[in-house]
């Protein structure tokens, strides 16, 4: 069967699923509401401006953030033949952290300790067992580390609240502040017959928020790993149907939690471009069109990936890595953006190291600290 696909967004995700669909040959759109974006500048052809006709000239959607109500998604799909990937039921739990935070719960996965805070009465915070510091996380809209903030006493917590909008009626998630280890990420994608695809575990590393490196494998132990897989077979059951991806947190005390998912491909997940035998946006475009046989976990080479975030401001940019004497691949992709910009995400390195001889750590560091951009 033969149809078109229709990407919703024009950001680096979106780039890097048409990517894979053009690799396919696959055809599709992608909905732009913005001017001069990667997407435009890179497949103008298959950039759609109008939502209408963006509606009416594709089959099955698939996107790249949550930031989507489910009654705007409903709105997208004209007719019962038009399908969304993830499901609406599923996209549903992802749109709002709260709403992650309630499918947890009644899945019995272990995330830190949560409540929902609709004014700003502290001594119902102290009732439900937290105390300082605890986190305040914007329910939704958020993304790396914007709408997370770490409060440490009563007047932290005011002015905390009136950023993300408690005095205008929205409501907030206060949790636990955990003593982060390390943080994972793990992620499958699965279909509405139940077949699924398991992709690599891995370590993340976060500074104020912002992931700046990956790891493959992750260094945890095969139990920590049975952990994580067990979780995710619940989420399969829920039954959630898509691509998703969990980060999730490893305490001081070697317990695992659960800290958030998403509903799309992830930044975690960008070595798979290289270290895997195909990458999680093949793997959207695999799910969307059922040609060839899916492997049901994704085996993965020993990589790294290195974010890279802008150092400079302006249109004219380039990036400069340092030189690597070792025999591992090295493989950048630059995201096309029109202007570069401070913390801005101009990128991705992928280190693939094939016979394990080299210190993957050592190097990614290496590149993480010299690079220009
Ligand atoms: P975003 O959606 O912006 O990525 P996250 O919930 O992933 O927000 O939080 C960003 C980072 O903040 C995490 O990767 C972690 O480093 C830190 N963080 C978030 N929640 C907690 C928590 N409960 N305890 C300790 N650190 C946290």
């Known amino acids: 069967m033969t149809h078109t696909i229709g990407i919703i967004g024009d950001g680096q995700l979106a780039l890097m699923l048409a990517d894979s669909f053009k690799k396919r040959e696959q055809a599709f759109f992608c909905f732009s509401e913005n001017e001069n974006s990667s997407m435009e500048l890179l497949y103008p052809q298959q950039t759609l401006k109008d939502a209408q006709l963006f509606r009416e000239s594709c089959d099955v959607f698939t996107l790249e953030n949550e930031f989507h109500t489910v009654q705007e998604l409903e709105e997208l799909l004209l007719n019962k033949k038009q399908t969304l990937f993830p499901n609406l039921s599923s996209y549903g739990h992802f749109s709002n952290k709260i709403f992650q935070r309630q499918l947890f719960q009644k899945l019995e996965i272990p995330s830190p300790i949560w409540m929902e805070v ?142 958030e998912g998403a509903p799309r491909p992830h930044n975690s997940q960008h070595l798979t471009m290289d270290a895997s035998t195909f990458s999680q946006f093949d793997l959207v475009a695999m799910y969307l069109t059922p040609q060839e046989k899916i492997p049901s976990k994704l085996e993965t080479k020993s990589s790294a990936m290195i974010n890279i975030l802008g150092r400079s401001e302006g249109k004219e940019y380039s990036l400069r890595l340092p030189e690597i004497s070792s025999n591992i691949s090295v493989h950048t992709k630059l995201y096309g953006k029109n202007k570069c910009a401070f913390g801005r995400k101009m990128g991705h390195v992928n280190l693939v190291d094939e016979n394990q001889t080299s210190n993957l750590r050592e190097i990614a560091l290496k590149i993480f600290k010299e690079y220009h951009i």
Do not use: W
């Open 118 to 259: 609709r004014d700003p009465d502290l001594t119902k915070i102290y009732e439900s067992g937290l105390s300082f510091p605890f986190i305040v996380k914007a329910p939704a809209g958020g993304y790396d580390g914007k709408g997370v903030r770490v409060v440490r006493n009563p007047s932290d917590f005011n002015s905390v609240a009136d950023d993300f909008g408690l005095y205008h009626g929205k409501s907030l998630l206060v949790e636990e502040m955990i003593s982060i280890k390390k943080e994972l990420a793990q992620g499958f994608v699965r279909s509405e017959d139940g077949s699924f695809t398991l992709l690599p575990l891995v370590e993340t590393v976060q500074v104020n928020g912002i992931c700046q490196y990956v790891y493959h494998p992750a260094p945890v132990s095969q139990d920590i790993q049975k952990q994580i897989e067990e979780i995710l077979k619940k989420l399969m059951k829920a039954p959630l149907v898509g691509i998703f991806n969990f980060e999730f947190f490893l305490d001081d005390r070697e317990r695992v939690f659960i800290n």
